[in-house]
């Protein structure tokens, strides 16, 4: 350890975390969501979608939420009218329910009994799906091997069309990315559904769907096959389907997720109950499915200063840790995110993302963090951009980053072409390459410059979250304490889609995820 850290305020950190993220999971367990159910469903085996595109999951959760709510959650109504009307498909029963020839009730106890059996079989199936599908990665990872060096080079390729995407991939794992990340159509967060199939129109990056996923993950295993060396594939789990896409990544062998505990609550206005509850049952089936999450404090740094708003990246990341584990995921699936941010022209820039990053790496010292780079204070300036890009791969190989996002000299200007990936990844080659292990030699003076700034942001962390615990977290969300941005609790998108669990309310797939924990 380099900082000399006090393990005591260590400690009381991830005190404090828990004290601040309990009342959340406890408000987690109790409520559920229109997408936790529609995840279920899929697990089930429910698939496509109708004539207009409105994927059959939300036809039938749709149906039984206007026939008997939602507070009982769907399983035992579905199943118990799958019995009664002797249909084995569930999405037959779907479209049945869409056509209005189908009645949801809750059933008496007999029926209700032998309908959560049934609705646990049948998810349980989805589930050991995606058990083979994580034994596939390992194997894949045995026979071709994982990349020689850390950090893990992550690549971000979205044109919009899923089959431009797939050449674009491949040259940039053969110029050396060993994650691939495909981003999200402008929008697709706000959706209430997940599209359906291969699609060809995305705007500022590529619709995620199951069809989608399966695509670009045959053409990496093509790729890892050539490169001998397994090639992951990055998608978002965010927004007001979060579980849904958890679930269809874990079921196409995706390796990481974008999933943050507050991203879509702030940058996406989406209700902070209705993303707490989403993103406990993701964070559920990323853990089953051995997913690496990757979580979005660098975003909080686009908004607020980096310098005076460093010690909320901090507390993110606790609350993040706390959360994910509390779901089930271990020490190596957490990418807490972090981000070279500070404005270029501070004095001493270079040696505050230095202690930033040394603090957050030291934080959490079994996690894969994933480092961004710069986007805030990028110009136009291609030369002093690539420059600047150098600097944060320098920050990287110094501080023993896991995941190194690659930055672009044309970052926030325009859309980068595939030559500007070339350059961007020749970039990160030579400063990795040249600087080899340097972190091992790295060690800030005691009673230094890049100790003090460290435990500053560490202490001004504790204080932060003393003050969450003892007014909740989702008032300081409401306050406007992380990136500036001001999010009630009895507001935003979504929340129409929570209801409160009531009396005999089942989740066979809850059930069986937390039987595993």
Same mark, same amino acid.
């Given at each position: ?5 006090? /393990? ?7 005190? %404090? ?72 498909? /569930? ?22 009994? *032998? ?28 026979? !071709? ?38 981003? *999200? ?20 990056? $590529? ?43 874990? %079921? ?15 940058? *996406? ?10 993103? *406990? ?29 460093? !010690? ?16 089930? %995921? ?7 995110? !972090? ?16 202690? !930033? ?26 030369f002093k951009g690539n420059l600047l890009d150098g ?12 995941? %190194?996002?690659?930055?672009?000299? $044309? ?80 507001r935003g998108k979504g929340l129409d889609g929570v ?19």
């Amino acid at each position: 350890m380099k900082l000399d850290l006090d /393990p005591v305020l260590v400690d009381r950190a991830r005190q %404090l975390a828990r004290r601040a993220g309990a009342p959340v999971v406890e408000m987690a367990r109790t409520h559920t969501t229109v997408s936790v159910e529609r995840a279920l469903l899929r697990l089930s085996g429910v698939t496509g979608a109708d004539p207009d595109g409105i994927p059959w999951v939300n036809r039938l959760v749709d149906a039984v939420r206007a026939d008997i709510g939602l507070e009982h959650g769907v399983a035992v109504p579905v199943f118990h009218a799958m019995a009664a009307e002797n249909i084995a498909d /569930p999405t037959l029963l779907a479209q049945k329910a869409a056509a209005g020839s189908i009645t949801f009730t809750m059933p008496g106890k007999g029926d209700a009994t *032998r309908a959560r059996k049934a609705s646990k079989r049948a998810v349980g199936a989805g589930i050991k799906l995606i058990d083979r599908r994580r034994a596939e990665r390992d194997k894949l990872i045995k026979r !071709h091997g994982d990349p020689k060096q850390r950090p893990w080079i992550y690549l971000i390729v979205a044109t919009g069309d899923i089959y431009e995407d797939i050449p674009q991939a491949q040259a940039a794992a053969r110029e050396g990315a060993d994650i691939i990340a495909v981003i *999200r159509s402008t929008g697709q967060s706000l959706l209430d559904y997940v599209p359906e199939g291969a699609t060809r129109e995305g705007f500022a990056g $590529t619709y995620a769907t199951q069809e989608n996923f399966r695509l670009m993950r045959a053409a990496l295993d093509e790729s890892s096959k050539e490169l001998g060396r397994y090639v992951r594939l990055t998608n978002y789990a965010s927004g007001l389907c979060m579980p849904e896409i958890a679930t269809l990544a874990g %079921l196409e062998r995706l390796d990481m997720m974008l999933n943050d505990s507050m991203y879509g609550i702030l940058f *996406r206005d989406i209700n902070p109950i209705r993303t707490f509850v989403d993103q *406990r049952f993701s964070r559920q089936i990323h853990a089953r499915a051995g997913i690496i999450i990757n979580t979005g404090e660098d975003n909080y740094l686009t908004t607020a200063d980096a310098v005076e708003a460093a !010690h909320t990246v901090t507390v993110s990341q606790l609350l993040n840790e706390y959360f994910a584990k509390e779901a089930g %995921l271990a020490d190596w699936q957490l990418g807490l995110g !972090h981000a070279f941010e500070i404005n270029p022209d501070v004095p001493d820039s270079f040696r505050l993302e230095l202690a !930033h990053a040394l603090l957050a790496r030291e934080l959490f010292p079994e996690a894969p963090l994933k480092w961004m780079p710069p986007t805030k204070h990028m110009t136009g300036d291609v030369f002093k951009g690539n420059l600047l890009d150098g600097f944060f791969n320098l920050v990287g190989a110094l501080t023993g980053q896991g995941i %190194l996002l690659v930055g672009m000299m $044309t970052e926030a200007v325009v859309t980068p072409w595939l030559s500007d990936r070339d350059i961007a990844l020749q970039n990160v080659r030579y400063v990795l390459g040249a600087a080899g292990n340097l972190h091992e030699d790295f060690v800030p003076a005691p009673g230094g410059f890049i100790r003090n700034r460290a435990n500053e942001v560490l202490n001004e962390a504790l204080d932060l979250l003393d003050r969450i615990g003892d007014d909740t977290l989702l008032n300081a969300i409401a306050d406007g304490t992380f990136g500036i941005m001001k999010r009630p609790a009895d507001r935003g998108k979504g929340l129409d889609g929570v209801a409160a669990q009531g009396e005999g309310y089942y989740n066979p797939a809850t059930e069986i995820l937390e039987a595993q924990a």
